[in-house]
């Protein structure tokens, strides 16, 4: 790790590119080519660790160009993730490859505690849980680091990371977030406990905002803990416990129940919430991950703050960013992938409801971000509440005119379906990445276009069969997302919500244009040599990279 690299290759330019644009004060340049580049060179995630490894003072002399490197390192390691999400079993080999790599390098002595809260926060910022290994090697580095002689004094470290972020709880808890990633998540349950108990005001808001940990562990912990100081809490903070009460798993509210009766038992009156408000909401496309993200706009006196909150079955992300002025704001909008339409709050309060509510029935716990964002617009009293499908359906239905419900104009709408002129730019990163059907495209590579034409019936009469429901729920959100923006009819909201019926009728999947389309630019995306396939991130992931 410690040679020169005998020529520059592709990583060590978007690396530089990068660092330039950070010394500069300039968001990271994270464009097509670099999402292309990254999509398909993954195993370059170890060129990316090795450089910033080398440059990354103390052992190295150049701090910007280790951080291009670490930036870099995030964005392959995202879309490594991503293709994990799409159950590709390669690429959660090759993470886990990678952490293996990392945590030998941690036992040989080649990186010290510094870079490795660097691999650490990239790893977090990727959503990719640290491995038993790299937790272990973390560990094992940070107890022989330790000072033998003289003890950790506790405060004075909480004090130290609460003053470099303002007092501020949510960047405070974000970058413990960042820091401990790779930790045990032993070590990381006595640090939550610590935190509550420590005596330390601002430490114990920290605490508080751990019961949206993304480790039932942490969160158990932390609940405990609190129920022993739920007497010293403060109003702001039984507000929080209240409001995030209902959006943790069903089996965890008693515990913050508890803590509640006890604060108001001593007294303790729930806060009101500041205020706030929001100017401007809109919503991105759902991408064929079923993927979407709410971009909102907020007054910060005479600057804006702009919010986001991703969807990806279940609440994905959450932010708030720091006062910008409104022409930074509107050329990081004007800069996102994909359309994105203004839809009203309750738009927004249904879809985060819906979305709460998955995350609560499969045991998780949204990000404290979501917290954030509320308290940003002035309050939300967002309960867990999934869209019924069917229900959902004949609400949209009932709006149809009736002619367009006629079989003879049911049947001609399914066959051009695919030609309907709103979903041009939609439509694009609708396609299958599923590993069975990937293979079997892999198998049929090569063929001509009557070949593609059989490959696309078959996928569409075999192995999308039973995806036939995500694409018309799909089909159902991309209408209600559409007739938000489009009341009078002006866009294909009403066409939309007969293609998502007839899917769940059971409709042959054949006789609609519009699945025929998705067939064929599955099988055009799943070609090798199509990088349509590297930058098919959700336009959600687009929000955030270019904000944060």
């Known amino acids: 790790m410690g040679r020169a690299q005998p020529k520059s290759s592709p990583t060590d330019e978007h690396a530089r590119r990068i660092a330039r644009a950070l010394a500069t004060g300039r968001p990271p340049p994270l464009d097509d080519d670099l999402e292309r580049y990254c999509g398909s060179s993954p195993r370059e995630v170890f060129a990316a660790f090795a450089g910033a490894a ?27 993730r991503y293709r994990t999400d799409c159950g590709h079993a390669d690429a959660a080999k090759l993470i886990a490859e990678f952490q293996a790599h990392v945590a030998a390098q941690v036992a040989a002595g080649r990186v010290d505690d510094g870079m490795l809260a660097y691999v650490g926060g990239a790893l977090h910022q990727s959503k990719i849980p640290a491995s038993p290994a790299l937790a272990a090697a973390t560990a094992k580095l940070a107890a022989d680091h330790a000072p033998a002689s003289v003890p950790v004094d506790v405060r004075a470290a909480l004090a130290g990371m609460l003053e470099s972020c303002g007092g501020d709880p949510f960047t405070a808890v974000g970058m413990l977030a960042e820091a401990t990633h790779a930790m045990p998540v032993e070590n990381r349950v006595t640090l939550a406990g610590a935190l509550a108990l420590c005596g330390v005001p601002e430490a114990r808001g920290v605490a508080v905002l751990l019961l949206l940990d993304e480790s039932a562990q942490v969160r158990g912990a932390v609940a405990a803990a609190l129920a022993q100081v739920a007497g010293a809490l403060t109003p702001t903070e039984v507000r929080r416990l209240i409001a995030m009460r209902n959006w943790r798993p069903e089996r965890e509210r008693g515990k913050i129940d508890a ?215 799909l089909f159902l959100r991309t209408a209600l997302w559409m007739r938000e923006a489009s009341p009078s009819g002006d866009l294909c909201w009403r066409e939309l919500a007969i293609v998502a019926k007839a899917l769940a009728d059971g409709r042959d999947m054949s006789e609609i244009g519009l699945m025929r389309d998705i067939a064929l630019r599955t099988i055009a995306v799943l070609d090798a040599a199509d990088p349509a396939r590297h930058s098919a991130f959700f336009p959600g992931e687009t929000v955030r990279k270019r904000a944060r």
């Open 259 to 473: 803590i509640v009766r006890t604060a108001r038992a001593g007294g303790i009156e729930c806060a009101c919430w500041d205020a706030g408000g929001v100017e401007k909401l809109a919503a991105t496309a759902i991408d064929g991950a079923m993927a979407q993200a709410l971009v909102l706009v907020s007054p910060a006196g005479r600057k804006k703050r702009m919010s986001s909150i991703l969807f990806k079955g279940g609440i994905a992300d959450a932010w708030s960013g720091e006062p910008e002025p409104l022409r930074r704001l509107e050329a990081t909008l004007a800069g996102m992938h994909g359309p994105i339409l203004a839809v009203s709050r309750a738009y927004v309060d249904r879809t985060v409801a819906h979305h709460l509510a998955i995350g609560s029935e499969a045991g998780q716990a949204p990000p404290f971000g979501l917290l954030q964002v509320a308290e940003t617009i002035g309050g939300a009293d967002w309960q867990p509440a999934r869209m019924d499908f069917a229900e959902t359906l004949a609400g949209l239905m009932s709006d149809v005119p009736k002619p367009m419900c006629e079989p003879a104009a049911v049947a001609s709408l399914l066959r051009r379906s695919g030609e309907l002129a709103d979903l041009e730019v939609v439509a694009q990163p609708w396609f299958e990445d599923d590993p069975a059907i990937a293979e079997t495209v892999e198998r049929a590579r090569g063929g001509d276009r009557a070949d593609r034409a059989k490959l696309a019936a078959y996928l569409l009469a075999v192995p999308m069969q039973p995806h036939r429901h995500k694409w018309a729920e």
């Open 54 to 80: 080398r440059h990354m003072p103390p052992g190295g002399k150049d701090a910007a160009l280790a951080l291009g490197y670490v930036v870099l390192l995030q964005r392959l390691l995202e879309h490594l």
